[in-house]
């Protein structure tokens, strides 16, 4: 059975920092894109960051670009999101999920129905 779990997010000040952990188990790992999706109060899922599977191609929203780290750590099974500088738009409830065929269209383009397994979410609130 496909599992991921996300932990790592809390409350943190403007311009503080959190790092998100997508724990994942029971599919092939390395081959599947990992994406990280974000849902602000009152609005839709959206993709902010995609790492791709076997070569590890990194994708951002511009809104997180050059804040957002996204990783992949293959002994842990396991894609961190480190977030820098946050701001209070970042506010929301963090999804990580993965796409087996590998490339990050779908999460890139929030074709959330082409996600094959999601997470519960993370929360993450950042205070002005």
């Known amino acids: 059975e496909a599992k991921l779990a996300e932990s790592g997010g809390g409350l943190v000040q403007a311009g503080g920092s959190l790092r998100l952990s997508c724990a994942a188990s029971?599919?092939?790992?390395?081959?599947?894109?990992i994406g990280w999706f974000r849902q602000a109060p009152g609005k839709e899922r959206e993709g902010i960051s995609c790492?791709?599977?076997?070569?590890?191609?990194?994708y951002y929203k511009d809104s997180v670009k050059g804040r957002f780290t996204i990783s992949r750590d293959s002994a842990k099974n396991t894609v961190h999101l480190q977030m820098n500088n946050l701001r209070p738009e970042d506010t929301g409830v963090y999804y990580c999920?993965?796409?087996?065929?590998?490339?990050?269209?779908?999460?890139?383009?929030?074709?959330?129905?082409?996600?094959?397994?999601w997470g519960n979410g993370t929360p993450v609130t950042v205070s002005s």
């Open positions: 999920a993965a796409d087996t065929g590998t490339f990050c269209q779908n999460a890139m383009h929030n074709n959330l129905w082409g996600m094959d397994f």
């Open positions: 029971g599919f092939a790992f390395d081959a599947a894109a």
């Open positions: 790492i791709s599977g076997s070569v590890n191609s990194e």
